[in-house]
Protein backbone atom coordinates (compact mmCIF):
# COMPACT_ATOMS: atom_id res chain seq x y z
CA UNK A 1 0.00 0.00 0.00
CA UNK A 2 1.48 3.37 -0.87
CA UNK A 3 1.95 5.61 2.34
CA UNK A 4 3.89 8.72 2.82
CA UNK A 5 5.97 9.88 5.39
CA UNK A 6 7.14 12.95 6.61
CA UNK A 7 9.14 12.86 9.50
CA UNK A 8 9.18 15.85 11.19
CA UNK A 9 5.82 17.36 12.94
CA UNK A 10 7.30 20.99 13.18
CA UNK A 11 9.81 22.93 12.28
CA UNK A 12 11.53 26.29 13.08
CA UNK A 13 13.52 28.50 11.03
CA UNK A 14 14.88 32.20 10.97
CA UNK A 15 13.43 34.34 7.86
CA UNK A 16 16.20 34.59 5.88
CA UNK A 17 17.51 30.79 6.50
CA UNK A 18 17.26 28.03 3.98
CA UNK A 19 14.59 25.43 4.38
CA UNK A 20 14.50 21.95 3.78
CA UNK A 21 11.25 19.72 4.47
CA UNK A 22 11.90 16.07 4.38
CA UNK A 23 9.34 13.29 2.65
CA UNK A 24 9.58 9.95 2.09
CA UNK A 25 6.93 7.44 0.30
CA UNK A 26 6.21 4.13 -0.44
CA UNK A 27 5.07 3.29 -3.38
CA UNK A 28 5.09 0.01 -5.78
CA UNK A 29 5.47 1.90 -8.92
CA UNK A 30 6.42 5.25 -10.20
CA UNK A 31 5.09 7.57 -8.33
CA UNK A 32 3.07 11.16 -8.98
CA UNK A 33 4.41 13.43 -6.03
CA UNK A 34 3.19 16.59 -4.93
CA UNK A 35 3.73 19.32 -2.35
CA UNK A 36 0.87 21.48 -0.71
CA UNK A 37 0.97 24.20 1.11
CA UNK A 38 -1.95 24.91 3.89
CA UNK A 39 -2.62 28.67 5.67
CA UNK A 40 -4.63 28.26 8.79
CA UNK A 41 -8.57 28.30 7.77
CA UNK A 42 -7.39 27.93 3.99
CA UNK A 43 -7.72 24.87 1.78
CA UNK A 44 -4.37 23.28 0.48
CA UNK A 45 -2.61 24.83 -2.35
CA UNK A 46 -0.28 23.29 -5.04
CA UNK A 47 3.59 24.16 -4.53
CA UNK A 48 4.42 21.39 -7.01
CA UNK A 49 4.29 18.37 -8.93
CA UNK A 50 6.64 15.47 -9.94
CA UNK A 51 5.17 13.35 -13.30
CA UNK A 52 8.67 11.95 -14.50
CA UNK A 53 11.69 13.80 -16.62
CA UNK A 54 13.94 16.07 -14.47
CA UNK A 55 14.01 14.97 -10.72
CA UNK A 56 14.50 18.56 -9.69
CA UNK A 57 10.81 20.20 -10.02
CA UNK A 58 10.73 24.15 -9.43
CA UNK A 59 7.58 25.27 -8.30
CA UNK A 60 5.57 28.38 -6.95
CA UNK A 61 7.30 30.90 -4.39
CA UNK A 62 10.85 29.94 -4.98
CA UNK A 63 10.04 26.45 -3.69
CA UNK A 64 11.63 23.62 -5.55
CA UNK A 65 11.73 19.57 -4.92
CA UNK A 66 13.97 16.70 -5.57
CA UNK A 67 12.58 13.45 -6.59
CA UNK A 68 15.04 10.87 -5.52
CA UNK A 69 14.59 7.44 -6.57
CA UNK A 70 16.57 5.25 -4.68
CA UNK A 71 16.37 7.24 -1.53
CA UNK A 72 12.42 7.08 -1.77
CA UNK A 73 12.59 11.28 -1.31
CA UNK A 74 10.83 13.85 -2.16
CA UNK A 75 12.14 16.71 -0.47
CA UNK A 76 11.39 20.83 -0.20
CA UNK A 77 13.56 23.25 -0.49
CA UNK A 78 13.62 27.10 -0.43
CA UNK A 79 16.56 28.57 -0.20
CA UNK A 80 15.79 31.79 1.83
CA UNK A 81 12.51 31.92 3.57
CA UNK A 82 10.08 34.82 4.23
CA UNK A 83 7.99 35.10 7.35
CA UNK A 84 4.43 34.58 4.74
CA UNK A 85 6.06 30.94 4.42
CA UNK A 86 4.55 30.48 7.55
CA UNK A 87 1.96 27.39 7.14
CA UNK A 88 1.55 23.67 7.28
CA UNK A 89 3.70 21.51 4.45
CA UNK A 90 1.93 18.67 3.03
CA UNK A 91 3.26 15.65 0.83
CA UNK A 92 0.85 13.70 -0.94
CA UNK A 93 1.86 10.79 -3.57
CA UNK A 94 -0.94 9.72 -6.15
CA UNK A 95 -1.16 7.15 -8.41
CA UNK A 96 -2.55 9.58 -11.48
CA UNK A 97 -2.92 7.41 -14.88
CA UNK A 98 -4.47 7.27 -18.24
CA UNK A 99 -7.77 6.97 -17.05
CA UNK A 100 -7.83 10.09 -15.09
CA UNK A 101 -7.06 11.29 -11.96
CA UNK A 102 -7.06 8.92 -8.34
CA UNK A 103 -6.67 9.47 -5.10
CA UNK A 104 -4.19 11.47 -2.99
CA UNK A 105 -1.93 10.05 0.11
CA UNK A 106 -1.14 12.54 2.45
CA UNK A 107 1.61 12.69 4.92
CA UNK A 108 0.63 14.35 8.45
CA UNK A 109 2.37 17.18 7.47
CA UNK A 110 5.16 19.53 8.55
CA UNK A 111 4.28 22.89 10.58
CA UNK A 112 6.71 25.57 9.60
CA UNK A 113 7.30 28.62 11.73
CA UNK A 114 9.47 31.18 10.97
CA UNK A 115 11.51 33.41 13.75
CA UNK A 116 11.67 37.25 12.95
CA UNK B 1 -11.50 30.23 -13.81
CA UNK B 2 -13.40 30.27 -10.63
CA UNK B 3 -12.25 27.84 -7.90
CA UNK B 4 -13.57 24.92 -5.95
CA UNK B 5 -16.42 26.62 -3.71
CA UNK B 6 -17.38 24.87 -0.18
CA UNK B 7 -20.41 25.80 2.26
CA UNK B 8 -20.73 26.33 5.06
CA UNK B 9 -17.61 27.57 6.30
CA UNK B 10 -17.90 26.93 9.59
CA UNK B 11 -20.46 24.21 11.66
CA UNK B 12 -21.04 23.46 14.99
CA UNK B 13 -23.09 20.77 15.85
CA UNK B 14 -24.37 18.36 19.00
CA UNK B 15 -23.31 14.55 18.39
CA UNK B 16 -26.57 12.56 17.07
CA UNK B 17 -27.51 15.94 14.91
CA UNK B 18 -27.13 15.69 11.51
CA UNK B 19 -25.55 18.32 9.12
CA UNK B 20 -24.86 18.63 5.49
CA UNK B 21 -21.60 19.97 3.00
CA UNK B 22 -22.06 21.16 0.04
CA UNK B 23 -19.27 21.06 -2.58
CA UNK B 24 -19.28 22.99 -6.03
CA UNK B 25 -16.09 21.98 -8.25
CA UNK B 26 -14.71 23.83 -11.38
CA UNK B 27 -16.81 23.73 -14.45
CA UNK B 28 -15.90 21.12 -16.55
CA UNK B 29 -14.04 18.83 -14.26
CA UNK B 30 -15.26 15.84 -14.43
CA UNK B 31 -13.80 13.93 -10.74
CA UNK B 32 -14.48 15.57 -7.24
CA UNK B 33 -13.53 14.15 -4.25
CA UNK B 34 -14.14 14.53 -0.56
CA UNK B 35 -11.45 14.37 1.76
CA UNK B 36 -11.67 14.15 5.87
CA UNK B 37 -8.81 16.30 7.59
CA UNK B 38 -8.95 15.72 11.70
CA UNK B 39 -6.62 18.15 13.25
CA UNK B 40 -2.88 17.37 12.86
CA UNK B 41 -3.67 15.12 10.51
CA UNK B 42 -2.88 15.21 6.83
CA UNK B 43 -6.44 14.96 4.30
CA UNK B 44 -7.66 11.59 3.86
CA UNK B 45 -9.96 10.44 1.01
CA UNK B 46 -13.96 9.42 2.15
CA UNK B 47 -15.33 9.32 -1.40
CA UNK B 48 -14.45 9.79 -5.00
CA UNK B 49 -16.43 10.70 -7.81
CA UNK B 50 -16.13 10.40 -11.39
CA UNK B 51 -19.13 12.10 -12.92
CA UNK B 52 -21.82 10.91 -11.18
CA UNK B 53 -21.01 7.85 -10.42
CA UNK B 54 -18.60 6.36 -7.18
CA UNK B 55 -15.40 5.38 -8.30
CA UNK B 56 -13.70 4.85 -4.76
CA UNK B 57 -16.08 4.72 -1.69
CA UNK B 58 -13.75 2.26 0.87
CA UNK B 59 -12.62 4.65 3.51
CA UNK B 60 -16.10 6.45 3.99
CA UNK B 61 -18.32 4.94 7.16
CA UNK B 62 -21.08 4.06 5.28
CA UNK B 63 -23.20 3.76 8.70
CA UNK B 64 -23.21 7.56 9.24
CA UNK B 65 -21.89 9.18 6.15
CA UNK B 66 -23.36 9.42 2.61
CA UNK B 67 -22.37 11.45 -0.39
CA UNK B 68 -24.15 12.09 -3.73
CA UNK B 69 -23.02 14.41 -6.67
CA UNK B 70 -26.49 14.14 -8.81
CA UNK B 71 -26.04 15.42 -12.39
CA UNK B 72 -22.63 14.88 -12.48
CA UNK B 73 -21.77 18.94 -10.99
CA UNK B 74 -22.62 19.57 -7.28
CA UNK B 75 -22.07 17.33 -4.71
CA UNK B 76 -23.21 16.84 -0.83
CA UNK B 77 -21.69 15.14 1.97
CA UNK B 78 -23.98 14.52 4.85
CA UNK B 79 -23.23 12.65 8.15
CA UNK B 80 -25.91 11.43 10.46
CA UNK B 81 -25.97 10.69 13.03
CA UNK B 82 -22.63 12.87 14.18
CA UNK B 83 -20.20 11.71 16.69
CA UNK B 84 -17.99 13.56 18.23
CA UNK B 85 -15.04 11.87 16.03
CA UNK B 86 -16.16 13.24 13.27
CA UNK B 87 -14.72 17.13 14.14
CA UNK B 88 -12.66 17.97 11.21
CA UNK B 89 -12.21 19.78 8.38
CA UNK B 90 -13.95 18.62 5.51
CA UNK B 91 -12.40 19.30 1.81
CA UNK B 92 -13.88 19.19 -1.45
CA UNK B 93 -11.39 18.60 -4.58
CA UNK B 94 -11.79 18.78 -8.63
CA UNK B 95 -9.81 17.41 -11.21
CA UNK B 96 -10.47 17.28 -14.87
CA UNK B 97 -9.99 13.61 -16.31
CA UNK B 98 -6.53 14.19 -18.30
CA UNK B 99 -3.69 12.40 -16.44
CA UNK B 100 -1.26 14.78 -15.53
CA UNK B 101 -3.31 17.64 -13.75
CA UNK B 102 -3.89 17.92 -10.47
CA UNK B 103 -5.98 18.66 -8.08
CA UNK B 104 -7.69 22.02 -6.86
CA UNK B 105 -9.16 21.86 -3.60
CA UNK B 106 -11.91 24.19 -1.69
CA UNK B 107 -11.60 26.10 1.12
CA UNK B 108 -13.34 23.55 3.19
CA UNK B 109 -15.68 23.52 5.93
CA UNK B 110 -14.54 22.98 9.46
CA UNK B 111 -16.87 20.60 11.43
CA UNK B 112 -17.11 20.83 15.56
CA UNK B 113 -19.56 18.52 17.00
CA UNK B 114 -19.87 18.92 21.16
Known amino acids: AQSVTQPDIHITVSEGASLELRCNYS??????LFWYVQSPGQGLQLLLKYFSGDTLVQGIKGFEAEFKRSQSSFNLRKPSVHWSDAAEYFCAVGPLGIQGAQKLVFGQGTRLTINP | EAGVAQSPRYKIIEKRQSVAFWCNPISGHATLYWYQQILGQGPKLLIQ????????DSQLPKDRFSAERLKGVDSTLKIQPAKLEDSAVYLC????????????FGSGTRLTVV
Open chain 2, 93 to 104: ASSPTVAGDGYT
Open chain 2, 49 to 56: FQNNGVVD
Open chain 1, 27 to 32: YGATPY
